[in-house]
């Protein structure tokens, strides 16, 4: 098994832009969409605790269409749950 070296979520206060690029590099498939196992690759990265349950949750939250990944159209329902949730700083919420 091959080991993954991850960029470090930035410091600080965090744009929506900035952290849908850091997810980028846990969409495996390439599909421009973050599943909940991907998001829990995400969360095992910053060491988080509970991260599996934490990504399911932020799946579901953030998920409209229910179709198990979170698009770029879910995006901004996913920085919501980041901040409420994550104790994230994640400025420019906006849609895509």
Do not use: C
């Amino acid at each position: 098994m091959a080991f993954m070296r991850y960029r470090a979520l930035p410091q600080g206060e965090v744009t929506a832009e900035e952290f849908w690029a850091w997810l980028g590099q846990f969409d495996a498939d390439h599909d421009g969409r973050i599943s909940r196992d991907e998001l829990q690759r995400a969360l095992r990265s910053l060491n988080l605790w509970f991260a599996s349950w934490k990504a399911r949750e932020g799946v579901r939250s953030a998920d409209a269409n229910r179709d198990g990944a979170v698009g770029r159209e879910e995006a901004g329902r996913l920085f919501a749950y980041a901040q409420r949730q994550l104790g994230g700083k994640i400025t420019q919420l906006r849609s895509y």
